[in-house]
């Protein structure tokens, strides 16, 4: 524009050319003859453009003018596409019809604006779908051809056919690689590889800002996934866990001192005592006060006012001790029995696991839970690619726990894996939805669509027909109640002390006796040795002699 005024002004008609410049040898040393009038024309300039009116002013870089936009409705006729204008906006928000106005034509060939939404009806779309059991079942049939082919059940694939048959689109199914992580089945919708991506994808602000999702299909949760332990090894002194070693101490040093002051008060007037050594009298007093706390009872009574008395606060401590003993011992052991390696997801924030036991799942919510709330942004777990990979690194023992979906979680350990278990409460919650591309045309048809197979309880069915089985046994019912010998092991093995020690004051009782006996038996031998000569001697002398002298012997051996 401002090169045509320069050359159609009358200064430059009597000149050969309007575009002469400076001859040099070098190209940049050329310079525009009249470059100052083409500046000037160029300050005069002022032209309606493609996006508004274009003018340029002194000491002012942006346009004077706001920008100017027109709207043009495209309509068909026999010569094909015409383009007729008919608004126009110019800033500042300045919207008009033009003079000369034109007749809107709305799809359809009609003249009233449509007040219904966009349709998917008779649309083909690329809907993208990924193996999660029982959500995508995959599925080999073959026909009577010998042809394989691919056939897909679950929660998905019915809700699928659902939609398919309530809005009327025509689904083509592309299931996912093996390898593809949920984040890269988000990315097809983004790269425009699938119209739509529909499974157990959570919504997240990672995945929000590349593609669109619909309205939720289902609340979702994590939940930690491990071995499941029927059998742990409990301590064989477990039974003296209920009382701290203080505890214990305490009530030892109260059996003793009660002891003590019951033999004190009981030695001159109790005749169980009174004629025993003080160390006898001592030894039967601690006793009694024992006997008296663990609720046996002696072998003696108190025969005075004080030793009753201190019977009666025996009696008052046994009441608690044995109560509150037997409460927490059937606590503690029945916890034993059911303890697993983790409790809850904050066994693995305070790094109870290693992290090289902890399998992720990579491309998942639960990898962004993981390097968010527990590493801080060190990938330092066991990375996993898929499902069947987590639980076969479970199985293996190669990792200790590892996170799942909740819904999965609890269909996989009651059908398909009865030695897994899930373990603590639910964390993390969200939604699952469909992925749609941004700004999507037919974004409210689906949403709309979703909420009515929600109203109706036609998510709830789908929900109860795939994930309310269950094939496995049930743990808690099947898992003996009955107690082990590692539960109560170690009392056994201090009864087996006292049962040798009883032995051993036996015998250390009774070792005069058997000295006794032992000495006799001797004896016993050097007198039958001594009557056999006596008997050889006697024999060579008078019969009647020898008679009367067995006479003699026998009433003596039976005396």
Same mark, same amino acid.
């Given at each position: 524009k401002s090169l045509?005024?320069?050359?159609?002004?009358t200064i430059n008609n009597a000149s050969s050319s309007c575009l002469s410049f400076n001859s040099s040898s070098f190209c940049y040393d050329s310079r525009f003859i009249q470059?100052?009038?083409l500046l000037n024309q160029l300050d005069k300039t002022n032209f309606l453009g493609v996006s508004g009116p274009v003018q340029f002013g002194e000491n002012q870089t942006d346009r004077i003018n706001g920008s100017y936009y027109s709207i043009k409705n495209v309509q068909s006729s026999v010569y094909g596409l015409n383009y007729v204008f008919v608004l126009e906006y110019s800033d500042p928000g300045n919207l008009k019809v033009p003079l000369e106005e034109n007749i809107i034509i709305?799809? +359809?060939?009609?003249?009233?604006?449509p007040t219904?939404?966009?349709?998917?009806? +008779?649309?083909?779309?690329?809907? +993208?779908?990924? $193996?999660?059991?029982?959500?995508?079942?995959? $599925?080999?049939t073959t026909d009577s051809n010998g042809q394989t082919t691919l056939e897909y059940i679950g929660f998905i694939p019915d809700l699928i056919e659902r939609l398919k048959t309530d809005m009327g689109f025509n689904p083509i199914l592309q299931l996912a690689p093996s390898n593809q992580t949920y984040d890269g089945l988000v990315e097809t919708v983004n790269k425009d590889i699938n119209d739509i991506a529909i499974g157990d994808i959570t919504v997240n602000s990672k995945r929000r800002k590349l593609v669109g999702f619909s309205n939720a299909i289902s609340d979702t949760s994590t939940r930690l996934i491990i071995r499941n332990t029927p059998y742990v090894n409990v301590d064989l002194f477990g039974y003296l866990k209920p009382f701290t070693v203080k505890l214990w101490i305490l009530i030892l040093a109260t059996c003793i001192v009660s002891g003590i002051l019951m033999c004190i008060i009981e030695r001159k007037d109790n005749e169980n005592l009174?004629?025993?050594?003080?160390s006898s009298q001592l030894t039967l007093s601690i006793w009694y006060s024992f006997a008296n706390m663990v609720g046996y009872g002696a072998d003696f009574t108190a025969s005075n006012a004080a030793g009753r008395l201190l019977t009666g606060g025996l009696y008052i401590l046994s009441l608690i001790i044995v109560a509150s003993y037997t409460a927490n011992l059937a606590s503690d052991l029945t916890l034993a029995k059911s303890q697993f390696v983790i409790s809850d997801i904050e066994d693995l924030k305070s790094g109870k696991v290693p992290p090289s036991r902890i399998g992720v799942r990579v491309g998942t919510v639960a990898e962004a839970y993981y390097l968010s709330h527990i590493s801080l942004g060190n990938k330092n777990y066991y990375p996993l690619t898929t499902r069947q990979n987590l639980y076969d690194n479970l199985l293996a023992g190669n990792i200790d726990v590892s996170f799942t979906d909740e819904a999965v979680g609890i269909y996989v350990t009651n059908n398909v894996y009865c030695n897994l278990t899930l373990v603590g409460a639910s964390f993390?919650? +969200?939604i699952f939805a469909i992925v749609t591309p941004k700004n999507w045309l037919y974004a409210q048809d689906l949403d709309v669509t979703l909420l009515s197979l929600k109203e109706t309880g036609y998510i709830d069915d789908l929900i109860q027909k795939?994930?309310?089985?269950?094939?496995?046994?049930?743990s808690e019912t099947t898992r003996s109640t009955a107690m082990s010998i590692e539960a109560v092991g170690g009392l056994f093995i201090i009864y087996a002390v006292i049962y040798i020690l009883s032995i051993v004051l036996f015998l250390w009782i009774k070792r005069l006796s058997v000295k006794n006996v032992l000495f006799k038996g001797k004896s016993r031998n050097k007198f039958q040795n001594k009557r056999k000569q006596t008997t050889r001697t006697n024999s060579k002398?008078?019969? $009647?002699q020898s008679e009367n002298h067995q006479m003699a012997l026998q009433n003596c051996t039976y005396f």
């Open positions: 045509e005024a320069l050359c159609s002004s470059s100052n009038l709305w799809p +359809g060939n009609t003249l009233t604006p219904s939404r966009a349709s998917l009806k +008779g649309v083909t779309l690329r809907v +993208g779908i990924i $193996q999660s059991v029982p959500y995508t079942i995959v $599925q080999k009174t004629y025993r050594s003080v993390d919650e +969200g795939w994930f309310a089985v269950r094939n496995c046994p049930d002398k008078d019969p $009647q």
